[in-house]
């Protein structure tokens, strides 16, 4: 049998720049040579996650908010569309992992960089509202570049309004998980991307508010080489725990089933 890979099947890592035969990434898209990660889309991320088959999608009559009328918005989001099969910047649905049902949600920083809008926004809502309804846990996948400017206020309301959704939730005494993933950053990450009852992070994830260019410019400050990143946050106490992507499975599973209720 050749060895030869086939054309157009070696990629570049974007961490260390070494050359990545499509088959070494393997499923967790991680390079064999830095151990870095790939940024996953939504669908990589629900395969290596929940039970397979098990994932059911909350269905959406899509909605846009145009109201402030960005000139060539709409075409960006057709093109968003179509690239990720994706209806928006989130993933939400009932699954299960190792046989526990939950409500999971996951954002994909391939569709506009994640960003929070009217619809995603309404999204999650509906996800914990679901999980009020049915008393299921709740697990929620963050990537997201922050707020959607587009959209402008109407994206910042969200950051409110879900965390009224999620305040109902709590009622239910199910638990709540955050997942904070490469990257988790502005109105997302000041909102309830850190609100949830556990919040776990993701090794190598940046997570911030304002991004590290934006900090330099501002402060003469210089950045130390781990700013940002989920381990530093860990050691600050900002996060519960920071999770290899090949543990994260399991790890989540454990966690379900120390919280099962009834
Ligand atoms: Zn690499």
Redesign the pocket.
């Known amino acids: 049998m050749s060895q030869q890979p086939t054309r157009g099947t070696w990629t570049k890592?974007?961490?260390?720049?070494?050359h990545?035969n499509q088959l070494e990434w393997g499923e967790y898209c991680q390079?064999?040579?830095?151990?870095?990660y790939l940024r996953l889309t939504a669908q990589q991320r629900l395969k290596i996650t929940v039970d397979t088959n098990s994932f059911v999608p909350l269905e959406f009559q899509r909605k846009t908010n145009s109201q402030l009328q960005v000139p060539g918005y709409a075409e960006k989001l057709t093109e968003n569309q179509q690239r990720t099969k994706l209806k928006e910047a989130v993933l939400a649905g009932q699954a299960t992992i190792n046989g526990v049902s939950l409500m999971i949600g996951v954002m994909d920083s391939h569709f506009m960089m994640g960003t929070l809008n009217t619809e995603v926004g309404r999204v999650i809502r509906v996800l914990y509202t679901t999980a009020k309804q049915r008393k299921l846990p709740l697990i929620m996948f963050i990537a997201s570049g922050g707020a959607r400017m587009q959209e402008g206020i109407f994206s910042l309301l969200q950051m409110n309004t879900i965390l009224m959704a999620k305040r109902e939730f709590d009622a239910t005494k199910q638990v709540s998980i955050s997942v904070l993933t490469d990257p988790t950053m502005g109105g997302v990450s000041a909102s309830f991307a850190f609100k949830n009852d556990l919040v776990i992070a993701e090794k190598n994830a940046q997570i911030g508010f304002a991004g590290q260019r934006v900090i330099k410019a501002t402060s003469a400050d210089k950045l130390p080489a781990n700013f940002q990143t989920a381990e530093d946050l860990l050691q600050h106490g900002l996060v519960d725990d920071v999770v290899a992507r090949e543990h994260l499975r399991g790890y989540l599973a454990t966690l379900l089933k120390l919280h099962q209720r009834g």
């Open positions: 890592c974007p961490h260390c720049g070494g990545v390079c064999p040579h830095c151990h870095q």
